[in-house]
């Protein structure tokens, strides 16, 4: 199972970010597995956004929550994140990742992770 993480690098507040997960070796529309988004801002620990579980229901962190919107593209085997009104704040390293199975805290594959800066 590979997953790679693309979005666009640099945005601007109160810019949405939108990432993709596109996944490989595994359907995420009819995975057994959950798959999750974590950032990890500079000089912080990781810290978990997001998860959608097999049935398509969405978990947030409760301090993202109004900001945060996961989906899944089933069609592209693809999974998908959206932040509103980000801030610099949100600048880290975003990556997804796939659960392990049954788990909702903790992950067996992971994406290389991108970079996302937010700057004015």
């Known amino acids: 199972v590979q997953l790679q993480e693309s979005g666009p690098g640099l945005l601007k507040p109160p810019q949405t970010l939108s990432l993709t997960c596109t996944v490989s070796g595994d359907s995420v529309f009819s995975s057994k597995y959950f798959y999750s988004w974590i950032r990890q801002p500079p000089g912080k620990g990781l810290e978990w956004m997001a998860t959608?579980?097999?049935?398509?229901?969405?978990y947030y962190r409760p301090a993202l929550k109004s900001r945060t919107s996961v989906s899944r593209n089933t069609a592209e085997d693809q999974f998908t994140l959206q932040l509103s009104s980000v801030s610099p704040e949100d600048t880290a390293v975003y990556y997804c990742?796939?659960?392990?199975?049954?788990?909702?805290?903790?992950?067996?594959?992971w994406g290389q992770g991108t970079q996302i800066t937010v700057s004015s």
């Open positions: 959608i579980d097999t049935s398509g229901n969405t």
């Open positions: 990742a796939r659960n392990r199975f049954d788990d909702y805290d903790t992950y067996e594959y």
